[in-house]
């Protein structure tokens, strides 16, 4: 089974930044595809960025420019740094994982992202 744990959620001023960092247990060559992923009050989650085990990135129309997802493969750790965030970004950021050979999906608890002055 595949546990995902992240951290880096907190309170930011906007045009302020964050890095968020979700540690995959086992290694991370494991994984097709991890994914940020983020949840608004009274919205439905929505994919804010994914990269591939071939390193091919996509993004949300409404972050492109400003954040960036990332990975170490060494330390089994996938980063979703985070500029010049808006109000509208605050959320519930959570963390995805795809297996290879299942492709079955994981998710970690969430860290909270709050964007406010």
């Known amino acids: 089974q595949v546990q995902l744990v992240e951290s880096g959620g907190g309170l930011v001023q906007p045009g302020g930044s964050l890095r968020l960092s979700c540690v995959v247990s086992g290694s991370i060559f494991s994984i097709a595809v991890m994914g940020w992923y983020r949840q608004a009050p009274g919205k439905e989650r929505e994919l804010v960025a994914e990269i591939t085990r071939g390193d091919s990135t996509n993004y949300a129309d409404s972050v492109k420019g400003r954040f960036t997802i990332s990975r170490d493969n060494a330390k089994n750790t996938v980063y979703l740094q985070m500029n010049s965030l808006k109000a509208e970004d605050t959320a519930v950021y959570y963390c995805?994982?795809?297996?290879?050979?299942?492709?079955?999906?994981?998710w970690g608890k969430g860290t909270v992202v709050a964007v406010s002055a």
């Open positions: 995805k994982a795809v297996r290879r050979w299942l492709m079955d999906a994981y």
